[in-house]
């Protein structure tokens, strides 16, 4: 009971300290590889949003440890809205429209309708996760305005798989207006 007790003293501590320092996401326009529209942060979004953001194709083996890790898949966890930005600025805009067929392709269900690949406001993006290393995954849950309460980078481990459902369980409660429950699991 007592860590239960730190670890939620921790949680507030860390949406305390994050709204404090709000960094916002930016606003971001694009499609997902079945061409359904996205908008982030997005008017009237009522669940926190979770991003996996690559921006080489190396960083899809880091987004595999973080799904093989994750308690429930990203792609059916009703508790978030998911998904997982492919920034392609850096490529020519030929290029592009080859990377997205190929990704097409590749990229199977459910998976394809939570993929979105985007080529705006680059720089950004790279500042909001202290972009380092174009070959590791940038991880970041948002409340449901856009903004950041938590972030990693690299391949998922237990430690941050354990840190990142926390989050989500403690925004979803509050999103839905609910005491969340972190009881024993």
Do not use: C
């Not at 199977?108 to 309708?113: D, L, M, S, T």
């Amino acid at each position: 009971m007592r860590r239960w007790v730190t670890v939620e003293f921790a949680l507030f501590l860390t949406i305390l300290v994050s709204t404090i320092l709000a960094q916002s996401l930016p606003r971001l326009e694009t499609k997902t590889l079945d061409e359904q529209p996205v908008v982030i942060p997005g008017e009237g979004r009522t669940k926190p949003l979770l991003l996996f953001i690559g921006f080489s194709h190396k960083s899809d083996d880091d987004f595999k440890k973080w799904a093989d890790e994750a308690r429930t898949p990203f792609v059916t966890d009703a508790r978030v809205d998911y998904y997982e930005l492919a920034d392609l600025q850096s490529a020519p805009a030929l290029i592009r429209k080859m990377i997205v067929h190929g990704m097409r392709g590749s990229v199977k269900e459910p998976r394809r309708a939570h993929f979105a690949p985007f080529s705006q406001h680059d720089a950004e993006w790279r500042m909001l996760v202290n972009f380092a290393d174009p070959n590791v995954i940038y991880v970041v849950l948002a409340d449901p305005q856009g903004n950041v309460v938590w972030q990693s980078r690299g391949p998922a481990t237990e430690a941050k798989a354990q840190e990142l459902e926390s989050m989500i369980i403690k925004l979803a409660g509050e999103s839905s207006g609910t005491p969340s429950s972190t009881g024993n699991r």
